[in-house]
């Protein structure tokens, strides 16, 4: 097993034990790919969920760009819900993590076809 299949298993655990989630394995390899390098650097690898300024760049370039949504106050109300699930004591929320709860909040799955 590489690092980047590590990570997946690392992100499946916290979607389990912290989210009380099962993950679709096949939907959180493709959610992690796509976050490209992001995964492989400690600061960008999580999500700052208590920075305005992240909050906005996860729903501009995740949820706009990415999945395609349309800009409207469900996409925030999305994302502090999946901050919620996460645990807003989690101290390492990672993104691959808080992406994939939104890919599957927004009912997206499809991008990653």
Do not use: W
């Given at each position: ?5 590590d ?8 979607l389990k ?12 390899t493709?959610?992690?790919?796509a976050c490209?390098p992001s995964?492989y650097?400690?600061?960008?690898s999580?999500v700052?969920a208590?920075?305005t300024a992240?909050?906005e760049?996860?729903k501009?370039n995740?949820?706009i760009k990415?999945l ?8 925030m ?17 990672y993104?691959?993590v808080?992406?994939?709860m939104?890919t599957?909040?927004?009912?997206k799955?499809?991008?990653?076809g």
């Amino acid at each position: 097993m590489g690092k980047r299949d590590d990570l997946i298993a690392r992100y499946a655990e916290d979607l389990k034990s912290k989210c009380g989630m099962t993950p679709d394995m096949d939907l959180l390899t493709k959610v992690t790919i796509a976050c490209g390098p992001s995964i492989y650097n400690a600061d960008a690898s999580t999500v700052a969920a208590g920075q305005t300024a992240e909050l906005e760049t996860v729903k501009e370039n995740f949820l706009i760009k990415k999945l395609g949504l349309a800009d409207g106050p469900e996409l925030m109300g999305g994302i502090q819900k999946a901050l919620e699930t996460y645990g807003r004591a989690e101290r390492n929320k990672y993104r691959a993590v808080v992406y994939y709860m939104l890919t599957k909040h927004f009912g997206k799955e499809a991008v990653y076809g």
